[in-house]
């Protein structure tokens, strides 16, 4: 019989880790459920406001181009800003750089 390790199998952790996998796969419908949910059940969680950030940011999502230089420098400001610290909060050291390339 395995023994239940309270930290790694806790509600919570389940709840954040649900969201994470949703963002990896850039899933915003999904990611947006499950963050709903863990919002709904641990209100107090630290990640939420993290995590909320790159919910957010898929669900932006635009194909239209950059019109100028400085709609180019506000992009990346608030990427630098605002993103990056986000994701690295929430996701997989290994998986920001991916992450972010595609914003």
């Given at each position: 019989?395995q023994?239940?390790?309270?930290?790694?199998?806790?509600?919570?952790?389940a709840?954040?880790n649900?969201?994470v996998?949703?963002?990896?796969?850039?899933?915003?419908?999904?990611?947006?459920?499950?963050l709903?949910?863990?919002?709904?059940?641990?209100?107090?969680?630290?990640?939420?406001?993290?995590?909320a950030?790159?919910?957010?940011?898929?669900?932006?999502?635009?194909?239209?181009?950059l019109?100028?230089?400085?709609?180019?420098?506000?992009a990346?400001?608030?990427?630098?800003?605002?993103?990056?610290?986000?994701?690295?909060?929430?996701l997989?050291?290994s998986?920001v750089?991916?992450?972010?390339?595609?914003?």
């Amino acid at each position: 019989m395995q023994q239940l390790d309270i930290f790694a199998d806790s509600r919570d952790v389940a709840l954040r880790n649900d969201v994470v996998e949703y963002l990896q796969r850039r899933n915003a419908a999904a990611a947006r459920t499950a963050l709903k949910q863990l919002q709904d059940e641990y209100a107090d969680d630290s990640a939420l406001p993290a995590m909320a950030q790159l919910v957010h940011e898929l669900e932006k999502r635009t194909a239209q181009p950059l019109a100028n230089h400085a709609d180019l420098k506000v992009a990346r400001t608030h990427i630098k800003l605002e993103v990056m610290p986000a994701a690295l909060r929430v996701l997989p050291a290994s998986a920001v750089q991916a992450w972010l390339v595609s914003c």
